[in-house]
């Protein structure tokens, strides 16, 4: 077995944030992508395809006691999962959660764990007849469709769909495939394009991320195999001749779902170039780049807040401009950057909400060379997934505003103590994980909502008593009330070996949608179009791979108003 | 530990040697004033003249994360490297000399804060060294050419030179100052020297901005300067952090500020805004906390920003707000006030308003109520800044400080005397133009029957291509291909049609150009002028030019490591290796080698060199928090072949494209070609298939691809002459 021919170049990776964004010959791209068109056509075909089953088939879980996310997939209908291996806290077996849809936690048995594999599979303890076993093949295409969701996910939040690609076809007796991006974290699911289950991912690295195909992962996971003597090797179909792919052609699919949104922006427009602007910092351009979209011809541009720099300059259309920070607002974390130019093209909105798994694009940063930004379609794509409310929670309760500095879990018996923040007055005072909480400031609490009321009448530095039940009958506790450590909702993750740069700001934000571009903080503020070439909104934060944040039109139009009425101080 | 008091200790007693040894080095001597040369030729004489003994000088510094870069600076083997290749002082390691001898050193002190640092060979000498400059005398324009081991040291090369010119001295750039040139570095020239055209060593090449014109280097009178404490082993300032840290699961840049904001919203829990945050979970960015907190606990040291103290309408200038006490406040101006000129030029908008404001200058504002004040502004507290987290690389590290100055150096004036060259090649180079009337290649005239060579990968998808000559475009045919050369022998008339009148044939050179030769591309306005920076050799394709490796332990485990990691955890392992075979992965940690603690890369690197072959060793791995023992028995290292694939050489290749790819374009095919003239001009893509000619305008080859940042590719006059016999035989055959 010669698996070394699997090593594809890393020329086409993200690795090191910036460096391998390639640049494209510009102009003569539209004419000679035939086949990548099509094979864009067929992902998109295929992502919207996908997304109608996502739920069904893709579950978001975590471990007890961990903020981790992750999704694990279906495999039969006795309640399978297929799973990412999440380490326990403190190497307890703490059991596996499935997160609903609907805002609740089911705790899942672990039938097997393969570390070194970084899988794991669980099962539901009832069966549910809403989820639906996903089909397992070893059909291998160009071009493949990775689930993801956020590292620390919202609840209800449904995954979204990333779109890869192989830069040539594997090897007849190859075990695995090496996917051209790495922005993926070990143990993630791979679909063919047809929606089957074809691999695994191996390993999160800054190089193309390996994933091991499910035949082998059968190989290895008796269990898994036991439950499914079907899927023996010689029943699965055998890998078809690939065609030859010309180098690049993984990044020319990408763009070209840009080229495609941003002629017909511009042909429903009437304009030319793209309403944007490239926003860097006299002193540092590679630090406090981003992009800005123009929105009144006479120099209005929004952009993304917190990621300026005191001394700016505005580029458009070769030029640079001497930009003023006119006015920003904290909730959105929108700034209206003004410029000394007339007769700019405007932004135009639309106020369309595709449909989840639908393509959609946006331009990017070449770190700093930037020059061609506007007429070298320089873009990543991804898919839609889902709106995401203001102030919707985390998995992680972030609503309080004192912490006991424990992690809780809600069972049939009451709360329990799942896990104790190292350091904190609470881990001094002698309280332990599997502690059953009792009463808390006197008040017998069964809910985590009442624990959350009592925390949120009090102030960081009151003392409370904690009574607990445990084997040798209740104990008291006297505990300090700290701060909650803040975990930027639903985000805020740089996943070790893993080169994305998220913003610094990734929450909190009004309703956004949440979509699979893999954007880096420097490729905030441009807007993001549909295939169509509607400009749906507005990119406000990198948040972590494979999942980017925009605002929409109704929250860029109100907050517009209010910048104009009134700048900041000068 | 052992080792490493020994290495301080042999540090101690090199110390006095080099120093005594470099008082007497030439350095000390005075010498003659920098040449300038005044015209191409002079500069090309100089460049030739010098080229050998630079290289010789140069050497590679090789540790197990990767490779940087050295010059020897005396007699007995004092090397000046940059302090990022050492990283601490002590190391011992090991160096390659341009005679391929390999030889163990130690390094001395590192000085983080200008990236300078030395390093001892530990033989006897004499080694080949070059005189160092202890005093900045430099200018900007002044010639340069930079040397080292780019990608690292590859098997048979010697270091490649490169020329540039000093575009910018005494510049911010991460470490305290810097000399910026267009002599073009890229990862593995680390440590490598900069040279003047007296051959002194003025810099150590330090850093990359991607543009490949920003290449910075440590100017050597900031080494001499803290040079005794160095050689004491003295160190300075802390190594820099390369991108965000690859261990911290919650990146949370302002933590500390967080923690600050929080102390400050519960002393200040009285106050509304304090209050109203308290009650609710919050996650502010650094501007709003900053505001805040320059609101409570306003820092007297922080930065000012002049404020007049009014808020305006976007559009208009219209006030909007006054704030209390403020300039404007006390000269009058109320809300709802439109201000109509600013020191007596009108105003209309707010935008050229506020561009004034900025200026923080005392001004004089007219309002359509007809008041005139004059306000001087009060400073107030600056926004503060807060960076977007970058990552950044090793060995070379591409710093983010500003591309200023790249263009102040123009070659224009110096090569002016060979616009009359430039003239007569306008019948010789024609540009190929697709349907859309885009060049997309050069083409070299090679006969006025309209015979013409070009680069045949950039061709082959374009249909209704044309040259352009005279104002006329004349549709090209394609006569035969040589695909090894990429070189294409192209027609630019139909058949039965006349050739293009008034096409002239290039004169050839059939003798290759030294290295240091100065040579010429022609551009549509001008010229590029570069030099060749090695001998001529094959260009193989990714992958197959072959590391120099060291020789010195054949023990093998089987393991490689990321050149950004500090502790060993593992980035890759070999299929087939000991490593492999016991089920060693990718993401392991090693935390234990044969029972003793595995500190870092180096010491494991160590370890693994004093076993032999065949020995089973005892590993202890952490793998997601759970820690295995694992049992490999070490081989010996597979030898690897010239000409056949190399993983590491691979990967290699693919960082210098992806880093090179960046700051600016390269060729799509710009590797594989059998045999081919290496050179340093900043060809692009449009330029392949136009001449690379000597100063006289003889061809001494047809440039054929902008392969990485530090190199472009020619096919030489001598293949070209073979290539075009072949292809003319082959159209002859075909018709």
Redesign the interface.
Known sequence: MNTRLLQLPRSLSLSLSLSLILALTPASLLGQLNWSEREEKAIAQSTLAFAQKLSQQIVIIGRTGLTTTRVATVIDQEGHLLAPFIASIDGQDAPYLLYRPDGSRVQLTTVAEKPKRFLALLKLEEKDESLIPTRISKVVDHSVMIPTCAPIASLGETPSISVDHLEFAPPEKATAIRLDRSLYSPGSPVFDLSGSLIAVTLASRRTNTPALFITRVLEEFAELDALLPELSESALPKLPKAPKIEPNEAEKIRESSLNEARERYLQSTQQNPLPCVHIFNEGAPSTHSVIGTIVRKDGMILTKASDLGPDLRVRFRSKNYRGILLASDEASDLALVGIDATDLPVVRWSDELPAPGSTLAAPILLQESTEDMLTKPSARSGTFSHILKAHTPTVHATSQVTSLGLVTEQTEDGITIAAIQKDSPAYESGLSPGDLIEKIDGQKITQRSELTRILNSHRVGDELSVVTTSPNGPQEYSVTLISPRLIPPATGIIVPRVSMIPSVRRAPFPDVMVHSIPLNSWDCGSPLFDSQGRALGLNIAAASPNRSLALRPATLRKVLEKLLRKTRAF | MKSLLTSALSLLLLAPLSAQNTENAPAAQEAPSTPAPQSPQELDKLVQALSPDLVKATIAVMLDGGSGSGVIVSPDGLVITAAHVTSEAGKEMTVLLSDGRELPATSLGVDHETDGALLQINAPGPFPFRPYMKTADYRIGDWVIATGHPGGPVLGRPSPVRLGRISEAGTKSGFSDAITTTAMVISGDSGGPLYNLKGEVIGINSNI???WNVNRHVPLPSIVARWEALLKGESFGRAQQN??D?????????AEM?ERF?EAL?KH?TQAAAAEL???????????MQALLNEWEPDPEAEKAP?????????TPRI??I?PG?PAALAGLSEGDLITSVNEEIII????L??K??SGEELTLSTDSGKSVTLKPAQVI??????????G?VNMM?S????TGTNAISNEEFLSSLQGLRESLTRSVLPLK?Q?G?T?VSATVIHEIGQLLTKASEIK??EGLVASFDGEDYPVEVMAIDEQFDIALIRISAPGLLPAPGLLPVSWEPREPKVGQLLLTPTPRGFLSGVITQPSRSAPK?GYELNHRSEQSNTYLGVSF?PEAVDPVI?KVE?GSPADKV?L???DQILEFEKSKVENLEALSAQIAKRSPGEKVTLLVK????EIILEPILDLRPRTLSGT?D?DA??R???L???S?????LS?RRAGFPHALYHDQAINPRLTGAPLLDLKGKVVGINIARALRHRSLAISTERIDRIVAQLRQAARERN
């Open positions: 901005n991607v543009s991108g965000p690859p261990n911290s699961i919650f990146d949370e840049p302002y967080r929080e519960e829990a308290l009650a609710r979970p919050r996650l502010l960015d650094p501007h709003h404020q007049y103290g009014f808020t305006l309408e976007a559009n909007v707000s704030i403020s908008r707010t935008i050229p506020t561009l404001l900025r600056a926004r503060k800044h807060f960076p977007q987290p970058v990552a690389l591409v983010d400080a500003p591309e697709n859309k885009e997309i998808d374009s990714k990321s980035e299929i089920g992965l990718e993401g793998r997601n928090d759970e694939f993983q691979s990967r290749d693919g960082a494209s992806s880093l790819a960046n700051g600016g374009e799509q």
